[in-house]
Structure formats: structure tokens, C-alpha cells
């Protein structure tokens, strides 16, 4: 399931056009300053709510409840990002549960 339906199973069609239109005005800037590496400013323009809306983060047990709210909506593919290593991504996996 595409992340523009996840959002919508969520919030609602026109809560989703919305959401999309001031995200295509804000992500220039954030494109911007990620293209220049200018992780500051990048930090400065990912809040922690973003992270919390958009992504499975947390302690142990929120990010189980995080992607089985997700499994329980349609998604059924998971994309891990932020590990480079397949022992990193085998632990991640382990933590939440999944096989190693």
C-alpha cells in the first residue's frame, strides 16, 4: 500500500489533499538543505511530530503498536531506513519481533 494511502485510510481524502499540497510548498527547502548535506537544518525542518506520523519510531513496544496499527490498515511491505548493515537490520527486526 502506497504511503498517499496509508495517509488517506487515515485521515480522510480531504485531509490527505490538503496534507499533500502544503507538503509539496514545504519540501523544497528541506530537499534543499538535505541536497547540501545541512543536516542542522534538516533536523530544524523534521519535527518530532513528522517522525512520529510518518514513521514506526520509539521504544520497543511503540514501535510494535506503530506497525501493527499500520499491518491492521493494508500495509503489508516494510521499509527499514537509517541501518547499513544486515546484522543492524536482522537486530531491528529481533527487537520487534520478527525472526532473525
Not at 494511502?5 to 499533500?20: N, P, V
Not at 542542522?40 to 506520523?53: P, Y
Amino acid at each position: 500500500m502506497c504511503a498517499a494511502r496509508l495517509h488517506s485510510c487515515c485521515a480522510g481524502r480531504s485531509t490527505l489533499a490538503t496534507s499533500t499540497s502544503r507538503a509539496h510548498r514545504s519540501i523544497k527547502p528541506l530537499a534543499a538543505a538535505y541536497a547540501a548535506q545541512d543536516w542542522a537544518k534538516v533536523d530544524q525542518l523534521v519535527s518530532d511530530n513528522v517522525v512520529r506520523r510518518h514513521a514506526a519510531c520509539g521504544t520497543r513496544a511503540q514501535i510494535k503498536a506503530k506497525l501493527e496499527e499500520y499491518h491492521a490498515i493494508g500495509l503489508d511491505e516494510l521499509v527499514i531506513g537509517g541501518i547499513d548493515d544486515a546484522e543492524g537490520v536482522a537486530a531491528a527486526l529481533a527487537a520487534i519481533g520478527g525472526k532473525k
